[in-house]
């Protein structure tokens, strides 16, 4: 999400980056607000169909974490002039099927020409001010589940060095292109208290956020966070990505590890996701109904933690 204003300059913007949540929410009337998003960034496949899928969901996601459903997309393309036609062509089709999946529509977009290929959407939505998530209502005592597993910005890393082949980097493609309405829809029919999607920030990042906006400390499991297949490994050969090594350096002054935690594990969870699952805080009593509502909705969740009051770091791993 953008962030510019303060939320206080217009008391219909009832959210906007204060608690660093993942789109604005903007008030139409008492039953009704508009939540909009936008992202876009650079390839991280060499498909570019794929990529157009992959920037579409990750933009969607933002949508899904505030629990509504998006509506309209607006898209945003920069394209060298040296790029093939059928190349953009194959972009903007692998987003419009995403978008179509989600059940929204493109209404447009805006191109410009750049050195670097880059893409993505303005996603927009409407929903009971009622209904809308949070990642600042997580409360102690709740219990955290993560929809997809961790790692693909160290898997990209890896196939873009040559170290995994495409076929073993495709389990990462395929959860980044995978829509997180699913894990959404299913979560919906669940009393929800706080939730996030996991993207740049990585893993601990989005977390600390919640942490901070909701008061509390989250706590991991180390053991209970789903990885992507190899990941592990290639965290204990130092494949480990800039983003990776600049998330460590912001966050760990908030971020407490049991002296246990496996090291290859640690910049793991730092890791910058692209397009990654959604953290779902729900009181301890929910938590058998969620997960057999993200079951039935084709969602592996995976329960990687709680929430307990405010200590002296936002998280804290054992």
Known sequence: MLKALPTNHDPRLLV????????CVYKLRDDLVLIQTVDFFTPIVDDPYKFGQIA???ALSDVYAMGASPMVALNILCIPTCMPPEDVAAILAGGADKVREAGAVIAGGHSVIDPEPKYGLCVSACIDPASIWSNAGAKPGDILVLTKPLGNGIMATAAK???ITQAEF???IESMATLNMYARNGAIKTPVNACTDITGFGFLGHASEMAEASGCTLAFAAKDIPLLDG???LSEKGVIPGGTRRNMDYLSPKINFAKDVPAPLIPILYDPQTSGGLLLSVAKVELELLMSNLADAGVSGAVVG???PAGRYFIEVY
């Open 161 to 163: 060095r040559d170290i």
């Open 170 to 172: 495709t389990q990462a």
């Open 231 to 233: 990941v592990y490994q």
């Open 16 to 23: 906007g980056f204060d608690t660093s949540d993942d789109a």
């Open 56 to 58: 579409a969901a990750n």
């Open 306 to 308: 709680d929430v307990r």
